[in-house]
């Protein structure tokens, strides 16, 4: 068997199913939290270097997201599926089934984003119609689009070597690319965007261009650094050689459920665009740049979240399951403190915020309106979140699936088109809609969290 060969060990094999349970989340989930908390930080500066250019690169940007999410929901089939399996394996002590794994992992994310890329390139002129997008909107929004679908591989990738990290017990070397990847973008945006020294002036253009090269960059060090030996479970070239489809068909399998779950609330998300679009520009906008702030606190409940889907891995792998449920419960108090802490803030500064990028006082009032709505639903929303990654670290990801569908498809999209299309109201009764959707389906989902049925499970 591949696990009984001695010729590879983990360097540092550090052991998080024993010691602080709360110690052990932040170790596996801060460096993460740190890493996506600067990349949502990342692109909140890209929509401000946008906003200079007018309102219609924003409106663009904002159109767009529903189908790009749509697209990196596909991601979810290798990258949920891949946690179970490389924490799992690492948890056990199997260190070539790891390096196997991880192999396995990447080959899947490059075949899924060149397949997926390929789509999406060409759809892009008919989704921007379709959403709702109109005149130049349309032109810069397939701009984008194609340019991210270009260099999609190393954007699935990217995610997988932080997956993989995690999954051996080394997140802060995630976290350090994953800031290195921020920080190259940060710097590559203004001058691409605007032509600042060498570059040429290439407006949205630019920002899609230094989000690729970024990427690339990041791929290419972490591969280095399992290359190398400098993670705790090194990777040989040769083992790419050896990959299994038996057990890359497993990863599959494990992430379907929660890839169609993420996919079915995108989709119902691109359905939302075009009600929303009815609004006009402006609506768009403000909504566009809102979603952007609240998602910081989103970005930072992932990266606990991913962290944390490791840990659970970790423990149910050594076969410690009562530590895998006092685990969840304490990452789901933490969870909803953050989340109130980020609301608070939100409200309160919901102002500040949006004057920092539009000028235009009726935008600003949109904005303001909807941050302050989304706020009061934030904590929520880090309950749903934090059991979502908890199904994923065992492996069991048909729950979240159907949670999901049931969000998207029974509670949202029925209310949002009934405030538009029925009853005739504003904006602000869609935001409201919205909020009630995501109470409803938390409270639902922590109901049958609190069954047990996860810890039975065996991947």
Known sequence: MANNNPSIKALNAKDHTTGSIIRSIFAMGLPSMIGFGLGNIYDLIDMYWMSRLGPEPVAAITILSPFLWVIHSANHIVGVGSVAIISRRYGEKKYEETELAICETLVLKWLAAISIGFIGYLLAPYIMTLLGAKGEVIDMGITYGRIIFIGLGFNFATYSIFTAMRGVANPNIAMTIMLSLSGL?????????????????????????????????????????????NANVPVRPGTFFKIRWATMMKIIKIGAPSALGQISFSLARTIIMPMIALFGTGVVAAYGVTTRISSLGIMLLVGIGLGLSALIGHNMGANKKERARHTANQALLLSVGIMIAIGIITFIFAEFFMRLFFD????????????????????FLGIHLTIENVYGGVGQNIPPMIMNMIHAWVLEIPAVYACVNIFKLGPEAVWWSIVAASVVAATAFYIYFRRGDWLKVKV
């Open 185 to 229: 973008n940060m710097i590559l945006d203004p001058f691409m965007i605007f032509g600042w020294w060498i570059f040429p002036e290439m407006g949205l253009a630019g920002a899609a261009w230094a989000s690729n090269i970024s990427y690339a960059v990041a791929f290419t060090s972490g591969l280095v650094i399992f290359l190398t030996g």
């Open 360 to 379: 235009d006082p009726e935008i600003i009032g949109y904005g303001v309106v909807l941050m302050r709505i989304l706020a009061l639903g934030m904590p």
